[in-house]
């Protein structure tokens, strides 16, 4: 019953913008607290941001620090990440996650010239 819906992933250049999306169902979204995780090929998992259930709470790893913004609208049961000057090695499929148990099926960043 529970899913999550990535989307907003495309190919873009380096230094440019996306917005991912989120849309969760099945649960009580609000109350939870989700992440944002990445897997580049070759190199794994990477935990990317966690934001609270209230959404006041947020953080991020180190190399997405400063780039990247976690938000959420419970009104829409909706995760976002906001990525600021996309650089090669965010190259990844990006997922939202909620525990351990539940992930969606991931939107792919490609970042290339």
Known sequence: QV???ESGGDLV???GSLRLSCAASGFDF??????WVR?????????????NGGGDITAYANSV???FTISR???KDTLYLHINNLQAEDTAVYYCVWGLAYWGQ???VTVSS
């Open 73 to 75: 609208d419970n009104a």
């Open 106 to 108: 991931g939107t792919q």
């Open 3 to 5: 899913q999550l819906v």
């Open 65 to 67: 620090k400063g780039r």
């Open 13 to 15: 250049q380096p230094g």
């Open 30 to 35: 609000s109350l939870n607290t989700m992440n």
């Open 39 to 51: 897997q580049v090929p070759g190199k794994g998992l990477e935990w990317v941001s966690e934001i």
